[in-house]
């Protein structure tokens, strides 16, 4: 079951880089624009329909991943989307990568290696009672408008992108938490259970508003603010998720030294990626 989770986990990263950079290609095909113009001009393009084929297939992936594996383990996986979505794009988009960039992909990979295997996350429960997901949700959806709060408050562009990154981070990790819960109701009673758990519609809702506060926290900021903040915070906070609802657990004791030690390699890949690769932000919208 382990074995699939990572499989799969690691199928929805490539999966959503490839869709990320796909879409980027038939967007830079295109003239400038927006609303219904736009979106018909992008059908047309064949990158297009690859870049969203992408998208859903990672959703897909996902969801299976999450329901073979704990949270703990598949949603910090979901961090190679960002070497991987490099890695397409560079060659899509006739660019190359300097040897510093490739240093950063290899810390990125390394200390995603170094975590995992030092934390070792364990447990398969799928559900979790109300009297836990009440106040997860209230602290998350709290953080979150906090967090957006915060960002409105301030002038720094810098500070801006990364609060409302890191509240993007806490959207996403709360959705993940919620297809965890409502897959396990399809695998376990069918269709006509899903439709009618509210997990169901907590995750479309809490996406949705993930994918506006990220993009917010794009269009705020540089990208060496907000992507650092949604890569760690996403782990982490999926990480406390899946400890706190699901009973997963992790090691702890002298593991937490290899495992501080992983997450700032994770850390000084993100940021020297967005730093040595000027087009990361064009890659990456």
Request: aromatic residues 6%; contains cysteine; hydrophobic residues 60%.
């Amino acid at each position: 079951m382990i074995v699939l989770a990572v499989l799969f986990a690691v199928l929805g990263a490539a999966s959503n880089a490839v869709g990320t950079a796909f879409q980027r290609k038939a967007a830079s095909t295109v003239a400038q624009g927006g609303g219904l113009r736009l979106l018909l001009a992008l059908a047309r393009q064949p990158a297009w329909s690859i870049g969203i084929a992408g998208v859903l297939g990672a959703a897909v992936f996902q969801a299976m991943a999450l329901v073979n594996g704990p949270m703990a383990l598949v949603q910090p996986l979901f961090i190679l989307e960002l070497p991987f979505a490099l890695l397409v794009a560079v060659p899509l988009l006739h660019r190359r990568l300097s040897s510093d960039a490739w240093w950063a992909v290899g810390g990125v990979v390394g200390g995603l290696a170094v975590l995992l295997a030092s934390a070792a996350p364990s447990g398969m429960q799928h559900q979790a009672p109300m009297d836990r997901w009440i106040p997860v949700v209230a602290c998350a959806l709290g953080a979150m408008a906090a967090a957006v709060a915060a960002a409105r408050s301030s002038s720094s562009p810098l500070f801006r992108a990364a609060a409302l990154a890191a509240a993007a981070a806490i959207g996403y990790a709360l959705t993940a938490a919620l297809l965890k819960s409502a897959t396990a109701r399809l695998a376990d009673a069918g269709l006509p259970a899903f439709l009618t758990t509210w997990q169901t519609y907590g995750f479309a809702l809490t996406g949705v508003a993930a994918l506006l506060l990220l993009e917010n926290a794009l269009q705020a900021g540089p990208l060496v603010a907000s992507q650092p903040a949604l890569t760690i915070g996403d782990a982490a906070v999926s990480l406390l998720l899946g400890v706190v609802l699901f009973d997963e657990t992790i090691r702890t004791g002298w593991w937490l030294l290899p495992e501080v030690l992983g997450a700032l390699l994770i850390l000084w890949g993100v940021r020297r990626l967005t730093r040595v690769v000027p087009h990361l932000i064009d890659v990456l919208k």
